[in-house]
């Protein structure tokens, strides 16, 4: 199976704080992290290698900085990396980053699955892995909780709002992963050595196989208008008693009086 | 349309303090963008003078936009009815119709689906375009994805909004690839735009730390997904009417390349959270699986569902489906307990539309407190029977 696993690395936003005098993100101090979910999708790359052999090249699309998170995938045991970093591909939405990522996955040529995370913690988003999948014109298959595979065909537990679905697909097709696919597992320390060794190969847009037009802002159909901060509710009524049962009595009186309950 | 800062600037770092991403920064008495910058366009309001611009550059053409009209909802069909979500979605495309003069349709796809529509109408639809195959009897991306570019294609519709659900989310990206045009993911805000009498799209980002309004200017439809149970659904006007258009389906069965082999529906009524009036939900702060059974157990009493945190997940103590927050499911119940939920804001990001939260915590800081209507500093376990005891009593009354 020759896998390719599309990462991104993100601000830890968990670690992200709003300043509340200036109503700003404070970003000092935010470690840049590979995304949960890719690092989850990295994990069943090599399950999947572990079982059936075959090569695990794991991409990314960023600022030269996300080498460290490439790096961290090959320590975890992935064969090969590629970042995706030139300047014109800046302020590229959902639409421009996965005909970007797509057009490398072209280059690299040969591959059964494409995997990615469910979804990025800093965008949230989960449009880039479908719109991979429709550029390269495969099959997809979202929200995978479970994956086997079986000659070319690809079974998987798709996760839904009301339970699961089993479904089953033809390689070549692209699957995003949840949390439930596996425990990422701990780069080993030989891993780690030939991580830092790898010398990690940049393509830049003269690399990759891209109209202009469609690349970077100039091909994002949506564009920021504005950010702010969310607006905060207004604080409640707070019972801080010296035992449960008056906190509880008087939180009910009050339910009560404003017809909740 | 790159945010730029022109010779005018007279470094009063007012742009500097609103800067989200720390973009900017103060360089011999002048504004220096760095190339962090993402184009938000925060600093271009708070400029006191007016020297940082956005630049109008020419932009990846997109379709001819005049010729797109209509505000579009995708109905997605679950159990043989509409998603509540969708319903949610036809309350607030009708806004929007009305304020864009338009018309307001729903998209009906399945197999023999006819007797939904009067539920679509009652919810306030004028159209529904219908497509029924045997081949379309469950969701598939391909097939559905294919029945709706072609329906765009055909009837061009100015907006399309889908339910940001499992499907939603599987369905509205291929959607917007092959159109070419730009989907808002996840949104929580809909309205227009005053300047450009667009949709303004309004989501969080980072985590829920901070909140984006996003437009699409140049390509049709405008899409987006949007969060369930963020908006009410309307209540149901049987005597509206509408016209259904009927378009026969091109879809073949090879066209589907995946295949649904089975269902394992294990949501109970207890997880249904999306559509419960009232959740009780537990965090870490409940230390084990065995303490969720006072949480249920006060849910049964009030007749609502069970919510987790995503620690509470993460520590096995609930499956997946009862998540609440970011990464999670979003819920807007009546009343949200949140029993030892310290209240991060990816969790606050999942339920900030509920009418009243009530939060019990240990910890009188703890952020929770910030956006409770209502609450006990106190040991979730300790309040929690004493809870179930006085809420049986009220109840019996």
């Known amino acids: 199976m020759e896998i390719v696993v599309c990462v991104k690395q993100v601000p830890d936003t968990t670690e992200v704080k709003i300043d509340p005098a200036t109503n700003t993100l404070v970003r000092q101090g935010v470690p840049s992290i590979v995304n949960p979910f890719d690092k989850n999708a990295v994990e069943a790359a090599l399950q999947i290698k572990a079982k059936h052999g075959g090569k695990v090249t794991v991409i990314s699309m960023g600022p030269p900085q996300a080498k460290d998170a490439l790096k961290e995938c090959l320590a975890m045991g992935a064969d090969d990396a590629v970042l995706i970093s030139d300047r014109a591909f800046g302020g590229a939405d959902t ?26 913690i800093d965008g949230d988003t989960a449009q880039v892995g479908p719109e991979i999948a429709e550029h390269l014109g495969v099959a997809q298959v979202t929200y995978a909780a479970k994956i086997e595979t079986e000659g070319d065909v690809i079974r998987v537990e798709r996760e839904h709002e009301d339970g699961c679905e089993i479904i089953e697909v033809s390689v070549p097709a692209l699957i995003t992963v949840v949390k439930a696919i596996g425990e990422p597992r701990f780069p080993t320390v030989k891993g780690t050595m030939k991580a830092n060794r790898s010398q990690i190969p940049v393509w830049t847009v003269d690399d990759i196989q891209v109209d202009d037009q469609r690349i970077g802002l100039k091909g994002s159909p949506t564009q920021v208008r504005k950010i702010f901060t969310p607006p905060q509710r207004k604080h409640g009524v707070i019972f801080q008693k010296d035992t449960a049962r008056e906190a509880v009595t008087e939180l009910i009186n009050k339910l009560v009086e404003a017809k909740i309950v | 349309m790159a945010v730029k800062i022109m010779e005018e600037c007279i470094g009063c770092g007012s742009c500097e303090a ?225 016209e259904i258009i009927r378009v026969n389906s091109k879809i073949k069965p090879e066209d589907i390349r995946t295949k649904l082999i089975k269902v394992i529906e294990t ?123 006085e809420f049986r009593k009220v109840r019996e009354d």
């Open chain 2, 267 to 389: 949501c109970t009524a207890s997880c249904n959270i999306e559509e419960a009036q009232i959740i009780v939900a537990g965090g870490r702060g409940m230390c084990k699986a065995d303490n969720f059974l006072l949480i249920e157990e006060l849910a049964g009493v009030l007749g609502g569902a069970v919510g987790a945190s995503r620690a509470a997940v993460d520590a096995g103590w609930k499956p997946v489906m009862h998540q609440v927050g970011q990464t999670g499911k979003t819920v807007g119940p009546q009343i949200y307990f949140a029993f030892g939920i310290s209240g991060a804001i990816q969790h606050l990001a999942g339920m900030s539309s509920s009418d009243i939260v009530i939060a019990v915590n240990k910890d009188a800081d703890a952020p929770i407190f910030k956006m409770a209507d209502y609450g006990i500093v106190g040991d979730a376990m300790e309040v929690l029977p004493i809870m179930i005891e």
């Open chain 1, 95 to 120: 639409l421009a980053t996965s005909y970007v990522l797509a057009a490398a996955i072209r280059k690299i040529g040969n591959f059964d699955i494409i995997l990615c995370g469910k979804q990025a």
């Open chain 2, 18 to 242: 609103v800067c989200p991403f720390g973009a900017i920064a103060m360089q011999s008495g002048k504004a220096l963008m760095s190339g962090i910058c993402t184009q938000c366009g925060a600093c271009i309001d708070a400029c006191p003078i007016g020297a940082i611009v956005r630049e109008q550059e020419q932009r990846f053409v997109g379709n001819d936009k005049d010729q797109y009209k209509d505000i579009w909802v995708y109905i997605e069909v679950s159990g043989g009815q509409p998603r509540k979500v969708s319903l949610e979605l036809l309350g607030e495309g009708r806004k929007l119709a009305d304020a864009m003069g338009q018309k307001l349709a729903g998209v009906l796809i399945g197999d023999s689906v006819e007797a939904l529509a009067k539920e679509v109408f009652a919810a306030g639809a004028d159209k529904v375009y219908m497509v029924e195959a045997s081949e379309l009897a469950c969701y598939s991306t391909d097939g559905y994805t294919a029945t709706i570019t072609d329906l765009i294609n055909k009837y061009k519709p100015s907006v399309m909004l889908l339910g940001a659900t499992n499907d939603g989310r599987d369905l509205g990206p291929r959607v917007a690839c092959r159109i070419g045009t730009g989907l808002t993911a996840d949104c929580t805000g809909l309205g227009i735009d005053e300047s450009t009498g667009l949709v303004a799209w309004t989501r969080p980002a980072f985590g829920g730390n901070i909140m984006a309004t996003i437009l699409c200017p140049e390509h049709r439809p405008q899409m987006g997904t949007i969060r369930p149970s963020v908006f009410k659904k309307p209540i149901p006007n049987y005597s509206l009417e509408g």
